[in-house]
């Protein structure tokens, strides 16, 4: 299951340093806006401890990880949603990802200038925002125009559908976005289906100085205030302290962490929040050939967690056989798990839980 999530803000905020850092794809870093024109894709793997100490109690011939695509998309201006500097082009990328990294610049550097002239983080968002929401509102306005049709015919569904749109064209020129509504399950479905951009969830990241890493400063204090309704994860990052760890060895990025008085790396909790955005998580297949993560949605049953890897898994699924990741550990071995009972057999209906070992059963 590939999660994509896109890093979006205004130009020279520092998008292209932290996807250098998340990824080995270089993207062009310059103090000037547009410098990233066509999107930078970057394969990730999401770090997870409890993947090496399964390798170091099984042995296997390869580990392998789960992984995000992080996507690097050119900063936006104000105008975007009416082609600004290639506006209609970024705002489909941003379209096509998961999930949104919103980063703003909460940094003071006359040497890197400023698309709108000062540092104003609060100001920054409400820019992007804006433009997304006009994006979502011209969308919904063609989509309004074709349910009218549909709906004169005396389309129940059609109007049903009509009325959601109207209360959300409302939403949106309150000044708000779409993941804010309040919204009862079958109009989540029907939202999903509209591909609306601000109704992705969002995370926002403040790049500050290397003295604000740890504490903020009074830029991030002034933002979390402003996007305190929108109950969204805010990270402080500093984007050129980050760039220094990603040229280290391990032994020195920890010590260097240490000494500026942190446990991870930003980037380490940026990739961490990212996967764990869209309620994503993890369970194992672990065995000589290979240990190796695979990324679920929270609350998938079993058989559908047995399609990640195949669909011939999923069509012929019979059962489950399970171990918790702390009794794997705790006892050292499958084997160890089966003798004492640790190792469950579940049928169609388990719910997979967050670092579930299992091995499936199937007959197609």
């Known amino acids: 299951m590939a999660l994509q999530a896109g890093i979006v803000g205004l130009p020279n905020v520092g998008k292209s340093t932290l996807f250098n850092c998340l990824s080995n794809a270089q993207a062009q870093s310059a103090n000037f806006p547009f410098c990233t024109i066509e999107p930078n894709v970057g394969t990730i793997t999401v770090p997870d401890e409890r993947l090496w100490k399964l390798e170091e109690l099984v042995v296997p011939e390869k580990v392998i990880p789960t992984t995000i695509e992080i996507v690097d998309i050119a900063g936006l201006v104000k105008g975007a949603s009416k082609g600004e500097g290639l506006g209609n082009q970024f705002l489909g990328n941003i379209r096509n990802t998961n999930a949104i990294i919103h980063v703003v610049r909460c940094f003071d550097d006359p040497n890197v200038v400023h698309v709108d002239g000062s540092v104003d983080p609060v100001r920054d968002r409400e820019v992007i925002d804006t433009e997304l929401q006009l994006k979502d509102l011209e969308t919904l306005e063609t989509r309004s125009q074709k349910l009218q049709k549909v709906a004169k015919s005396g389309d129940k569904s059609a109007t049903k559908q009509l009325d959601l749109v109207g209360r959300i064209i409302s939403h949106l020129e309150s000044g708000s976005s779409v993941r804010t509504m309040d919204l009862d399950d079958e109009e989540a479905e029907m939202v999903l289906d ?28 002034r933002f979390a205030e402003s996007v305190a309704a929108d109950n969204a994860e805010i990270l402080l990052i500093s984007a050129a302290i980050e760039a220094d760890i990603a040229t ?4 020195d990025q920890v010590m260097f962490l240490e000494e500026m008085g942190l446990e991870v790396s930003g980037v380490g909790r940026l990739i961490k929040s990212a996967y764990h955005l869209l309620d994503y998580i993890t369970y194992f297949t672990a065995g000589v050939k290979e240990v190796r993560a695979w990324t679920i949605t929270r609350g998938m049953k079993a058989p559908q967690a047995a399609g990640v890897i195949h669909t011939d898994f999923e069509k012929g699924f019979i059962r489950a056989e399970v171990m918790a990741y702390n009794d794997f550990v705790e006892l050292g071995s499958e084997s160890a798990c ?10 169609k209906e388990y719910t997979v839980q967050d670092g579930d070992i299992m091995h499936f059963r199937f007959n197609v």
């Open 194 to 221: 509209l591909q609306l951009i601000t109704s992705k969830p969002v995370m926002y990241v403040c790049n500050v100085d290397e003295s604000s890493v740890v504490s903020g400063n009074e830029h991030t204090k």
């Open 248 to 251: 280290m060895e391990r032994d």
């Open 338 to 347: 089966r003798e004492a009972g640790k190792l469950r057999v579940e049928g």
